[in-house]
T-cell receptor, first 110, second 119 residues
Framework: QSVLTQPPSVSSAPGQKVIISCSGS????????VSWYQQLPGTVPKLLIY???NRPSGIPDRFSGSKSGTSATLGITGLQTGDEADYYC???????????FGTGTKVTVL | QVQLVESGGGLVTPGGSLRLSCAAS????????MNWIRQAPGKGLEWISF????????YYADSVKGRFTISSDNAKNSVYLQMNSLRVEDTAVYYC????????????WGQGTLATVSS
C-alpha cells in the first residue's frame, strides 16, 4: 500500500499553475531523494523529476520539484491540455526497505 | 537508445505461476540495478522488487515476499520475475524499470506485460 499521500485530483485553467503535494515520513521523503512520474492516459509512466528537483533532459522547465522535511511538491506552470495525466511521487523507504509511490494525483485542465 | 522489453504475461488461475522476463538493450546492463513495478487495472503504481547490479542484493514488497523471486543475468542483459502462488489481486501490468544512476528513481521503463489471475 502507498505510504506517500497525494491529493486525488487538482485542476486549473490553461496557462495557470498547479501544485501537487506529497506527504511522507522521516524514513522515506525525510531521509531520501524524491522523484516524480507522469503517466499520460494509456501510456507508460515517465520520469519527470529526480533527486528532489532535477529534470531529465527533454522535460520542460514548466515542471519543478521541491522538498522540505517530510513533504515534497511538484509544480506545473503554464498548464497545457497535454499535461492532463496522473502524477506520482516516489522515494526509497529505509525502514522497509523498499521504494514507495504516492497515491497519485489526477491533473485536469479546465 | 535504452530499451526494456517485457514478456511472459498471460492468463493464469489462482495458485498458478508465471515467469516474466525483461530484455534490456542500449546501455551497460551490468552497471544498473533493476526493478519490477506493477499497476493493477485502474489503480496506482506499486513497486514490488529490486535487484542489485551483481544480483546479490534483492528487496521485495511485503505483498509479494515469499511468493515472487527476482533474478538477473548480466550475460543475457535480462531481469526476471518468477511469480508463484498467484492471487487474483496480483492481476496487473508489470513493468521493469531501470534504477537511476546513484540514487533511487526509475529513469527508463518497459512497455509492460499484463498478468491476469482469474479462475
Amino acid at each position: 500500500q502507498s505510504v506517500l499521500t497525494q491529493p486525488p485530483s487538482v485542476s486549473s485553467a490553461p496557462g495557470q499553475k498547479v501544485i501537487i503535494s506529497c506527504s511522507g515520513s522521516s524514513s522515506n521523503i525525510g531521509g531520501n531523494y524524491v522523484s516524480w512520474y507522469q503517466q499520460l492516459p494509456g501510456t507508460v509512466p515517465k520520469l519527470l523529476i529526480y533527486d528532489n528537483n532535477n529534470r531529465p533532459s527533454g522535460i520542460p522547465d514548466r515542471f519543478s520539484g521541491s522538498k522540505s522535511g517530510t513533504s515534497a511538491t511538484l509544480g506545473i506552470t503554464g498548464l497545457q491540455t497535454g499535461d492532463e495525466a496522473d502524477y506520482y511521487c516516489g522515494a526509497w523507504d529505509s525502514s522497509l526497505p523498499g521504494f514507495v509511490f504516492g497515491t497519485g494525483t489526477k491533473v485536469t485542465v479546465l | 537508445q535504452v530499451q526494456l522489453v517485457e514478456s511472459g504475461g498471460g492468463l493464469v488461475t489462482p495458485g498458478g505461476s508465471l515467469r516474466l522476463s525483461c530484455a534490456a538493450s542500449g546501455f551497460s546492463f551490468s552497471d544498473y540495478s533493476m526493478n519490477w513495478i506493477r499497476q493493477a487495472p485502474g489503480k496506482g503504481l506499486e513497486w514490488i522488487s529490486f535487484v542489485s547490479t551483481n544480483g546479490n542484493t534483492k528487496y521485495y514488497a511485503d505483498s509479494v515476499k515469499g511468493r515472487f523471486t527476482i533474478s538477473s543475468d548480466n550475460a543475457k542483459n535480462s531481469v526476471y520475475l518468477q511469480m508463484n502462488s498467484l492471487r487474483v489481486e496480483d492481476t496487473a501490468v508489470y513493468y521493469c524499470a531501470r534504477r537511476g544512476w546513484l540514487h533511487d528513481f526509475f529513469d527508463y521503463w518497459g512497455q509492460g506485460t499484463l498478468a491476469t489471475v482469474s479462475s
